[in-house]
């Protein structure tokens, strides 16, 4: 890697820089809510004016709510590790997070595995690094049932799937079949997600209609419980179906980078408009 490395990268592929960016500028302040030094350790090798003019289509909150949900993420992720010696997890759209570095590279046990496009993952490679002994690389949609074989293939044990700014972009009846696959094929697992509400999901639409920046969002969580509702059927029989465990709503969080926006914090539309969503399958 050198200074000019990502002056080559397609616009794509330099929006997977941003959330890198975010979390290597917040691993340096004094009062940071993440470390992240693998984070500052890519970012120094970059180009710096032009991760700032990519860095800079998005907007504060946005740049507060990145760091207090991945702090959630990590913290999940934590705590499942403490519960289960002979833990699995599973980051789903992994992007260029460095999520396995901050969390589980030093617990000793953990199998990680992540998991995104092909593309993304030769990107990975490229400026993140690669794979370790414990440490998995996935190359494939989310959608396709491949890994899942794979994954399942080293026996039974306790997994924990997290899926980070991902499920939002997929249509809901392909994120009801991912969930009930994931339920039929590791009971008792734990998935985590972020997702927007109907209200947020109307006016970012909106706001990429009318800038053209970004991708349109096509699935909703108005409720967390709604989940629950898509149990269903099951093929196993010992599933006790979907249950909600938790939900973490950054922008309810009483941080003083939130603060400093009081409408959000005023106008419960604008306070629940971004969770984070804890199930046990």
């Not at 350790?41 to 032009?50: F, H, N, P, T």
């Not at 094929?185 to 909106?206: K, T, W, Y």
Request: hydrophobic share 40%.
């Amino acid at each position: 890697m050198n200074e000019i490395a990502n002056q080559n990268l397609s616009d794509v592929e330099k929006t997977l820089l941003i959330p890198l960016y975010i979390r290597a500028l917040e691993s340096q302040r004094p009062d940071a809510l993440i470390k992240d030094e693998r984070a500052e350790a890519v970012v120094r090798q970059l180009d710096q004016e032009s991760l700032r003019k990519t860095a800079a289509l998005t907007e504060d909150t946005g740049r507060a709510v990145v760091i207090l949900k991945g702090r959630e993420f990590d913290r999940i992720a934590r705590d499942f590790m403490a519960r289960n010696a002979d833990a699995a997890v599973v980051h789903v759209g992994c992007g260029l997070d460095t999520r396995f570095e901050r969390v589980a590279e030093r617990n000793g046990w953990v199998e990680w595995y992540d998991l995104d496009l092909p593309e993304v993952i030769v990107l990975r490679r490229k400026l993140v690094g690669g794979e370790g002994p414990r440490h998995h690389f996935l190359a494939c949609s989310v959608l396709e049932s491949g890994w899942q074989d794979a994954i399942s293939a080293k026996g039974r044990r306790p997994f924990l799937f997290l899926a980070e700014g991902v499920l939002m972009y997929f249509e809901e009846g392909q994120v009801k079949t991912l969930v009930r696959s994931l339920r039929d094929r590791f009971p008792g697992a734990e998935l985590v997600f972020d997702a927007f509400s109907p209200f947020h999901v109307r006016i970012h639409n909106n706001k990429v209609d009318r800038t053209g920046i970004g991708s349109h969002l096509r699935w909703a969580l108005k409720n967390g419980r709604d989940l629950e509702g898509w149990s269903g059927p099951s093929a196993s029989s010992d599933t006790r179906g979907i249950r909600l465990l938790n939900e973490f709503f950054p922008f309810r969080y009483p941080d003083p980078r939130i603060r400093r926006f009081p409408i959000v914090l005023l106008l419960p539309l604008l306070a629940k408009a971004m969770g984070v969503f804890h199930y046990q399958l």
